[in-house]
């Protein structure tokens, strides 16, 4: 009985070697990428409570845009890796103007959403019990800050199109070496701009905000100038702004596969953004102590995200081949490795939750009590990877409309209304509320679960769709 257990969740020596090589290069990217945010956060947050308040509540509301556009992205960048794969350069050129074209209809959107509400957006995250003078003080960095940040939008933009594209076309070492060198760039003036060394002025939460921008843009340029002196690499970009008309069925066939992306990943990041508005309400040191959480989690999470990319890739490898069975006990070894990984990790951040919050110059009180939030989303690690374990594996298999109601559908008509209802409405204190709406997600597991169990996710898409 050991044994067959053993073969049926364990696999050998080469498949670890297997999902590791695909694993770890996503961990090291976003690792970086998050480890930086994390520096950036506790800059801002050696400046003062007020000013990282602020900046945390913009990066929240920021993250809803963001995730709109990677979902646009994603949706049209189906159809740039299908035309690829045939050869048909006209079909990716069309699918990359269909990203630019929805892509800049969305900034026009959410620059003037944030021009017009910015404030009012803001001031919900500011309604609990802190003084008049430090929701003054925080509301006054966030109104700066937002404002610098909308300027990042448009290389923002730029960057998901193109990086996205090259991607799709097996050019990934270019977006990763800009990601990269953004990352160092945004590092480099965060500390000159935030503090005001070597003669830079001291902008504090501005200085951040414009650091940002500068990254965002170079990285957009590292893109954009590799692509336009590489035509011979990619040859789809030639001409590529000549005209901007797309076949209208072709519009209408990505928009299809485009849509339910966009709602998830927009719906979802809202989600998390209504979350932190209902912990918000419980006082002004829950906002700082929430921020401090979420930053430092952040960097631990990228281990079960890049494995659940793991599984995408892998899985939706073997079904596409029309290997079903090999699928599902890949699968199942997988969703396995992300727990034991995710147990391990759990471990390891319960055990140093109380020394980030030391860094921050704020209060006692306040890294107490993202202390406490660490912990919980430590306890909670393993269960947040087999959640997104099986969104990976119903997606690889196609199933759009089943991950949307998996991840998004869930996180707005379940855990947010529970957070609404414990956070206004009962007397419970924070820390066993932030816990009760971090273990809801053990509903989608066992949903999840059984929807693999019944194997509702294999199917070969490719495979019909060339029929």
């Known amino acids: 009985m050991h044994s067959s257990l053993r073969k049926k969740y364990i696999g050998n020596a080469a498949f670890y070697k297997m999902a590791l090589a695909v694993a770890i290069p996503i961990m090291i990217q976003n690792g970086i990428t998050n480890f930086v945010s994390l520096l950036d956060n506790i800059m801002v947050g050696r400046v003062g409570t007020e000013q990282m308040t602020g900046v945390a509540i913009v990066n929240q509301l920021i993250f809803v845009f963001n995730l709109a556009i990677f979902g646009a992205v994603s949706g049209a960048g189906i159809f740039g890796a299908q035309y690829y794969g045939k050869g048909d350069w006209d079909g990716v050129r069309q699918t990359f103007r269909f990203k630019l074209l929805v892509c800049t209809a969305l900034t026009v959107l959410g620059a003037g959403i944030f021009l017009l509400f910015g404030e009012d957006l803001i001031l919900l995250y500011l309604k609990g019990d802190g003084s008049p003078e430090q929701i003054a003080a925080s509301l006054g960095y966030a109104k700066e800050y937002l404002l610098i940040m909308l300027v990042g939008f448009i290389p923002f933009t730029l960057s998901q199109c193109y990086s996205g594209t090259l991607r799709e076309t097996g050019q990934t070492v270019v977006p990763m070496v800009a990601g990269v060198v953004s990352v160092v760039v945004n590092l480099c003036f965060n500390t000159l701009l935030i503090f005001g060394y070597l003669g830079f002025p001291r902008l504090g939460a501005s200085g951040a905000a414009i650091a940002t921008v500068i990254a965002r843009f170079v990285e957009a340029g590292v893109v954009m100038l590799w692509a336009h002196r590489n035509p011979e690499r990619v040859p789809y970009l030639r001409g590529v702004y000549r005209s901007f008309r797309i076949p209208a069925a072709l519009a209408r066939d990505i928009a299809k596969k485009s849509i339910p992306l966009l709602l998830n990943e927009t719906l979802w990041a809202a989600g998390m953004a209504l979350l932190a508005q209902c912990y918000s309400v419980r006082g002004y040191d829950v906002v700082s102590a929430y921020n401090i959480c979420s930053t430092v989690s952040n960097v631990f999470n990228v281990a079960f995200m890049a494995m659940g990319n793991a599984v995408g890739i892998l899985v939706g490898q073997l079904l596409g081949a029309g290997k079903m069975e090999e699928a599902a006990d890949t699968d199942r070894k997988l969703i ?100 009760c709406c971090q273990l809801a997600d053990i509903g989608k597991c066992v949903v999840g679960l059984i929807m693999i169990r019944r194997g509702v996710w294999i199917q070969n898409i490719v495979g019909k769709e060339a029929a």
């Open 336 to 435: 396995t490795f992300s727990v034991g990984i995710c147990i391990v990790l759990g471990g390891l951040m319960a055990l140093v939750a109380h020394l980030f919050p030391q860094i921050y110059n704020t209060s006692d009180s306040i890294r107490g009590l993202a202390a406490s939030f660490i912990r919980i989303c430590a306890l909670c690690m393993p269960i947040n990877a087999l959640a997104n374990a099986c969104y990976f594996t119903l997606r690889s298999g196609g199933k759009t409309f089943v991950t949307f109601l998996f991840d998004s559908f869930y996180v707005c008509v379940l855990t947010v209304p529970m957070a609404f209802v414990l956070s206004r409405f009962t007397g419970l204190p924070i820390v066993p509320l932030f816990l």
